[in-house]
């Protein structure tokens, strides 16, 4: 069992930036990926960006140039940088963790991008 919480998100401006992060911890051992996901009210969950164990990154094109993703993998914990927010990156953010055969979720945080 894995479990992940996010921390960092709230009420930003267009413009504005914030960080997410997101703890895993338990059998952290088998994680050979960590990302980034949102669901905004009414769509599905879409990809936000990834990141593997060897640092290959991969990102949504609605984000590109605007979020960065990162990762301590001594501690177990994944950051997003989000700059240049906009209003439909309004959102609630999961973070994940894929391990041979599964996958863990967090619980999500809310992102409101909004003057």
């Known amino acids: 069992q894995v479990q992940l919480v996010e921390s960092g998100g709230g009420l930003v401006q267009p413009g504005g930036s914030l960080r997410l992060s997101c703890a895993a911890s338990g059998s952290t051992f088998s994680i050979y990926a960590m990302g980034w996901y949102r669901q905004a009210p009414g769509k599905q969950r879409e990809l936000v960006a990834t990141?593997?164990?060897?640092?290959?990154?991969n990102y949504a094109n609605a984000v590109k140039g605007r979020f960065t993703i990162s990762r301590d993998n001594v501690l177990n914990t994944v950051y997003l940088q989000m700059d240049s927010l906009k209003a439909e990156d309004t959102a609630v953010y999961y973070c994940?963790?894929?391990?041979?055969?599964?996958?863990?979720w967090g619980r999500g945080i809310q992102v409101t991008v909004s003057s």
């Open positions: 994940n963790s894929d391990h041979p055969g599964i996958r863990y």
């Open positions: 990141i593997t164990n060897g640092g290959a990154r």
